[in-house]
């Protein structure tokens, strides 16, 4: 049988009792349909996987006894940030879930000129929380205890603004450098633009604070689909997919 895994925000600590509510216990009780004495395996983030077993299901929780506490998936060694412009509909969270599957440390949404997505206030909070949720089932699916953050949208002058010990690159499909060719470090941001790329302005400002730009071969990829084969190259050039070490 699976073993399921579901996410919780709070403590845990082997030896107690953890109570599920809301969303989480119905998906637990209502859809997955667990029943008493049933293990499963919680995680919350912190890097750990706690094998714990269903002690009582009911319409508004589920209690469950943590009987352990076990390291969980090692991370990529090369911590990557996807600084992925704003795109519409599915997109983001395509672009989110894919990258969680391939290891990505944190994403950092941009402000551009040609996102047409604007966002403030409740509603940018929604959406957040929306895009956080999306990262926390990739986890739950592909085996991570450590939960990437998303993080508050930025214009590209704020971002480009922040001090940062990374590389950086944008991916451009009029670079001459191809992506296998960049300089890497062990920490790096990787700027995706969204429908129709970035402009030409925020890409001149972009090589003028030291971001190297790199392409995707001859081909132009959706927003969705960059960010994914970019991450997959790169996880391959230095990352967990590599076969060296």
Not at 17 to 45: C, M
Not at 47 to 62: I, K
Not at 67 to 79: H, I, K, N
Request: glycine residues 10%; neutral net charge.
């Amino acid at each position: 049988m699976r073993i399921h895994r579901i996410y919780t925000d709070q403590a845990l600590e082997p030896g107690r009792d953890a109570v599920l509510e809301d969303a989480p216990a119905h998906y637990l009780s209502r859809v997955l349909r667990v029943t008493t004495g049933q293990s499963v395996v919680l995680i919350n983030g912190d890097g750990h996987e706690y094998p714990a077993e269903v002690q009582r299901t009911g319409r508004r929780e589920v209690v469950l006894a943590v009987r352990s506490r076990l390291p969980g998936l090692a991370e990529s060694a090369l911590e990557i940030t996807v600084a992925q412009a704003l795109s519409r509909g599915e997109r983001m969270d395509q672009t989110l879930q894919k990258c969680t599957e391939l290891g990505v440390a944190a994403f950092q949404p941009l402000f551009s000129e040609r996102s047409g997505v604007r966002l403030a206030g409740e509603k940018l909070q929604r959406r957040l929380e929306h895009w956080q949720g999306v990262v926390i089932s990739a986890c739950e699916q592909c085996g991570r205890a450590r939960v990437p953050a998303v993080r508050p949208p930025l214009p590209i002058e704020d971002w480009l603004g922040q001090p940062t010990g990374s590389s950086r690159l944008v991916l451009d499909p009029e670079a001459a450098m191809p992506l296998p060719g960049a300089r890497l470090s062990s920490s790096l941001e990787l700027a995706v633009g969204p429908e129709g790329g970035f402009s030409a302005e925020e890409l001149g400002r972009m090589r003028e604070c030291g971001v190297q730009s790199a392409s995707l071969g001859p081909r132009i990829l959706r927003t969705e689909t960059a960010a994914p084969a970019a991450v997959a190259i790169l996880q391959c050039l230095k990352g967990d997919l590599s076969s060296r070490g």
